[in-house]
């Protein structure tokens, strides 16, 4: 959480990090990477161990040789003596996820480790979850007995509301909630976390956090990007369980929740608790699903890899929310969330209302001042609103102030993942989400997956910001969506 932005003076407590799912998309792209970054910058103690289980047939030295080509091309810099010292510290052991053989075997690959202290990680499909779950506490190895035992559960944490409540009550009769990490890497992102800093650290923020000043909140997250070569996920999953059911409702309750008492886990996930309870869909039919069809040089959805040519999943949503409040009441939160769109940007913006008088003879009326908090690309903080233009004659202007990561801080922001990883390792759950909280928020989009069932699906080309009806959603209400990214 917010401690860890800083580089460690003292190396993190070493432990054993069994990564399921070795071999897969996730621990080449995001967890290797993460954890060389964490070992090349001295965050990670030396002797930490990293154990890799998957079903292909590797050795460990194959499995580094296999993970040092895929890190090689995920990290810019790498280190080739770093990276051959941090491969040195990883082992493999080989077997299927519902094989209690196999679990009997990684538990005694780790009693001749001999760190006291395990995290395992399902960088695995959602399926496995919960056979990992009980592989491990059948073999003995959720006992906290001779250290901490860590199992960090990727999303999406089920398919609906019923699923997570049974993967929930499966995962906690063989392991405490302290024991257990939901993850959602958008808590990570340092402009999430400075959300609490910006409101909680300034006067000049929080007195006009409030549906006295707002006028509305838009929450975007648009990708470029296709399925690439995750179709058959990503055709079970959809834009509702891959994006919206958590990062951006995590997004937007990290807008609206209340000040906590301190920000420890529970304080802040009892915060955003309530604001999942006081969430919902604004009414129905204000919800836009979509797909991508062909357009700007790329396919259509259902021409992509493992996609069924008929599939009728969204891969574009839009909703309008409110937040049953005193704080929200009549404060619409507009959220969106697409792939394959015109650019790569995620981002918040608080619309200020009006001012309630103008003085002055403008043939223009002023623009409506606008807060945006930008989590990608380009992280950072702009605050848009009015000004006098130089001269004789009383000319308004539009100006912002600006504050970007990348021209304050020499470093780069460290990847959601180093944080994550190290918060695991701390034992800071603050950026994972309870159990309760996962629950609360398949409620919350409940109504969209209904509306997923019912088959209206409005198509998009490719390369464009979405369909037309989600600008309709805004246009409705007098409204429009602001064009997310750096310029
Ligand atoms: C993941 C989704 O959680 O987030 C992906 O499964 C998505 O579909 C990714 O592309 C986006 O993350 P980021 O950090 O690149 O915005």
Redesign the pocket.
């Known amino acids: 959480m917010l401690a860890s932005c800083v580089p460690a003076t003292e190396p993190a407590p070493p432990c054993a990090i069994v990564v399921f799912g070795v071999t897969g998309d996730l621990a080449a792209r995001k967890l290797l990477p993460a954890l060389y970054a964490l070992h090349a910058n001295g965050t990670l103690h030396p002797k930490t161990a990293v154990v890799g289980f998957a079903r292909s047939d590797l050795d460990d030295e194959s499995l580094r040789r296999r993970l040092g080509e895929a890190v090689r091309e995920h990290v810019a810099d790498l280190d080739e003596d770093v990276w051959r010292e941090f491969a040195g510290r990883v082992t493999y052991v080989r077997g299927a996820y519902d094989d209690a053989g196999a679990f009997e075997r990684l538990a005694a690959h780790l009693d001749a480790i001999g760190l006291p202290d395990h995290v395992y990680y399902t960088a695995t499909p959602p399926e496995t979850y919960a056979p990992i779950a009980g592989g491990l506490a059948d073999a003995g190895m959720a006992s906290e007995r001779t250290g901490f035992r860590r199992l960090v559960v990727e999303?999406p944490f089920g398919i609906d509301l019923a699923s997570a409540r049974a993967l929930n009550e499966h995962v906690l009769e063989r392991f405490a909630e302290t024991q257990v990490y939901r993850i959602d890497?958008y808590l990570a992102k340092e402009t999430a976390q400075n959300l609490a800093v910006l409101r909680f650290a300034n006067t000049l923020f929080e007195p006009m956090w409030s549906n006295r000043t707002i006028d509305h909140v838009q929450i975007t997250?648009a990708?470029p990007?296709g399925t690439e070569g995750r179709g058959a996920f990503y055709d079970q999953a959809g834009v509702i369980r891959?994006?919206f059911q958590n990062?951006l409702l995590q997004l937007l309750a990290l807008v609206a929740m209340e000040p906590p008492g301190h920000y420890d886990a529970d304080s802040v996930r009892d915060e955003k608790v309530k604001v999942f309870h006081a969430l919902r869909c604004a009414a129905p039919g204000r919800t836009v699903l979509g797909q991508y069809v062909a357009g700007n040089g790329h396919p259509g959805y259902r021409e992509e890899a493992d996609v069924d040519p008929d599939s009728r999943m969204p891969t574009y949503a839009a909703a309008a929310f409110e937040v049953r409040n005193w704080r929200w009441a009549g404060v619409p939160f507009y959220v969106r969330a697409g792939k394959r769109l015109e650019r790569k940007a995620?981002e918040i913006v608080l619309r200020l209302k009006a001012p309630p008088y103008v003085p002055f003879d403008l043939t223009d009326v002023p623009k409506a001042d606008r807060l945006v908090l930008r989590l990608?690309p380009d992280e950072g903080i702009r605050l848009h609103f009015n000004a006098k233009r130089p001269g004789q004659d009383l000319e308004v202007d539009r100006v912002s102030l600006d504050f970007a990561y990348h021209g304050r801080y020499q470093r780069p922001n460290p990847d959601?993942y180093e944080t994550l990883l190290l918060d695991v390792i701390e034992g800071d759950a603050t950026l994972f989400m309870r159990a309760d909280e996962v629950e609360a928020q398949w409620r919350v989009v409940a109504p969209l997956l209904e509306a997923e069932a019912q088959g209206a699906l409005h198509p998009y080309p490719a390369g464009s910001m979405g369909p037309e009806a989600a600008h309709a959603l805004l246009e409705g209400d007098g409204r429009h969506w602001y064009r997310p990214g750096p310029d």
């Open positions: 999303k890497h997250m990708e990007l891959d994006v990062h995620s990608v959601a």
